[in-house]
């Protein structure tokens, strides 16, 4: 293991002190480490056997980060990276829409269609459609993703009013038992689960009014085969000027339904968030505090959580230094632990995450005119983490554990661009765990993932990335000992090829070494796969 913590950690160093003199002008704050890089016209997804909950929302000029296995992560604790979109110049063209097909082995087709008006300063509508799905051995091990969704916003004298309907579908099998020793039919180990959403929001932000106000409502139904939940959401950020700096204060209302019919929970939460930014001379300074109340039907409990801030700038416009105390709530539900690992048994219990404290430090900044670093240390303490060990059921299912853990992590980060000519980011995070389990199960104690992208000419692109996790535990119930899995490396390439201006041609490789690793105990990836087609644009 220590070898792949020296490789990278040595070469980002490496590479800062080669760098070290170099003038900049970028804002600091703008310093973001990117791990993805999605050349023209390229958002085929890599074929997995886990489906995707999720496709993060296109911005343009930005870099996503996604996990191989097509999961969406949303645990902080492990996602140093936002997710975001790349959005490619050919595909924000003024006309903007476009429709792409692909097919790849284990019978895979991909299409994803996208339509909007063209572009407008007082409104904008549009529709997306995507699936991929795919077959693989052993039996059962196949997928099938659909999400539709479609927007609208209107636009009235620095006001805006928009709305989003949503509709995910994720269809998949419990394809982990021991093939050899049970047969299934396949209704038997199916599952499905189905997320609808619905978004409403309003924001005053280009008015001339002092006091800036957002408002957002959302509702969403999630279901599997054997249980549902509902959720909804009310929530207000309002903020003015005040002084040197800014003060803002965040509200929500937020519940969950969850559980099968004849057993639901109910439980609400209210937040509340105040928080002041400054700047003073060569210092940003960031005061706040998070409140949540939560209420179920058996209890009331009231959480209160430092938010603390200090940015000081080494080098005005080049190198700061920063620190900071925290703390959290992460609200568990039915959705969000599908999210993150979908072959779990069904009905699990539902806890809040509580992270009492974090403490951070670190330096990030700009090195010449395309270098972006960051180096950070981080400390903090989770209540209700969950962990992920395997049922004795035939099937192989997982189960939740939750419990208290305390966290060191580590980030190193670099990012170099030469304009869109060429575009490289890696990232490395180490992790260490203090548990009351033997192990934090399914849980990596380091992830490192390195982008690289770069456009031969105004026809060819191309694209590759290498993606490392370190050693995880895995458990079966009622064993004495624990399972040690090995690290997993993956590698994958692309090329986009634009043959018109209407017409892209593109192909990925996925899985170069054809390893069926196992990010989930038992549950086995595909080997060797790709995906090519064509992008039509109009």
């Not at 791990?35 to 000029?61: G, M, W």
């Not at 105390?325 to 009905?347: C, H, I, M, W």
């Not at 690290?487 to 986009?496: E, F, Q, V």
């Not at 105990?521 to 796969?529: L, R």
């Amino acid at each position: 293991m220590m070898r792949f913590l020296i490789i990278p950690v040595f070469a980002l160093f490496l590479t800062l002190y080669a760098n070290a003199q170099r003038d900049t002008t970028k804002d600091l704050d703008a310093v973001d480490i990117v791990t993805r890089y999605n050349p023209v016209l390229n958002d085929a997804r890599k074929v997995e056997s886990q489906p995707e909950l999720k496709e993060p929302e296109t911005k343009d000029i930005k870099f996503t980060y996604t996990f191989p296995d097509l999961r969406y992560k949303v645990s902080p604790a492990f996602t140093p990276i936002s997710a975001q979109q790349y959005r490619t110049k050919s595909e924000s063209s003024e006309e903007g829409n476009f429709v792409k097909v692909g097919f790849g082995n284990y019978t895979t087709p991909l299409v994803h269609l996208e339509l909007h008006n063209v572009k407008s300063s007082n409104y904008a509508y549009g529709l997306s459609f995507r699936h991929l799905s795919s077959k693989g051995k052993p039996e059962f091990k196949s997928f099938m993703d659909d999400n539709l969704s479609i927007h609208g916003a209107k636009y009235l004298n620095g006001n805006t009013i928009s709305g989003k309907l949503g509709y995910t579908r994720n269809a998949y099998n419990f394809y982990g038992y021991n093939h050899e020793e049970h047969t299934f039919k396949r209704d038997s180990v199916r599952q499905v689960l189905n997320n609808v959403t619905a978004n409403i929001h309003y924001d005053n932000s280009k008015t001339s009014f002092p006091l800036k106000t957002f408002f957002d409502g959302d509702i969403n139904r999630f279901s599997t085969t054997t249980q549902n939940e509902i959720g909804y959401r009310l929530g207000n950020k309002t903020g003015a000027k005040l002084g040197n700096g800014d003060i803002y204060l965040n509200t929500a209302f937020e519940g969950f339904v969850s559980g099968p019919d004849s057993l639901k929970y109910n439980r609400n939460f209210v937040d509340i968030n105040p928080v002041y930014k400054m700047r003073y001379m060569n210092v940003d300074l960031t005061l706040g505090a998070n409140a949540s109340i939560f209420l179920d039907s058996l209890e009331t409990k009231f959480y209160l959580f430092p938010e603390f801030r200090i940015d000081y700038y080494l080098v005005p416009d080049k190198m700061k230094a920063f620190a900071g105390l925290g703390g959290g709530l992460v609200k568990g539900s039915t959705r969000a632990l599908y999210t993150e690992n979908q072959f779990l048994d069904g009905n699990q219990p539902l806890r809040n995450q509580i992270t009492p404290y974090v403490i951070f430090a670190g330096i990030k900044g700009k090195l010449g005119s395309g270098f972006d670093y960051i180096l950070e240390l981080s400390q903090r303490s989770i209540t209700d983490l969950p962990l992920f060990v395997n049922d004795t059921n035939a099937l192989r299912k997982f189960k939740v554990l939750y419990d208290k853990v305390g966290l060191f992590k580590f980030q190193a980060g670099l990012n170099y661009s030469k304009g869109d000519k060429f575009i490289i980011g890696t990232n490395f995070s180490y992790y260490t765990y203090s548990t009351n389990t033997a192990h934090a199960y399914q849980r990596p104690d380091f992830e490192w993932d390195t982008k690289v992208g770069t456009t031969i000419n105004k026809n060819l692109a191309l694209h590759a990335d290498l993606y490392v996790i370190g050693t995880r535990y895995a458990y079966n119930i009622g064993a004495f000992e624990s399972i040690k899995q090995t690290p997993i490396a993956d590698i994958n390439i692309g090329a986009d090829y634009r043959y018109t201006k209407y017409l892209t041609i593109f192909a990925n490789l996925n899985n170069l070494t054809n390893q069926t690793y196992q990010r989930w105990f038992n549950y086995p990836s595909y080997g060797f796969n790709g995906v090519a087609g064509v992008t039509f644009v109009f």
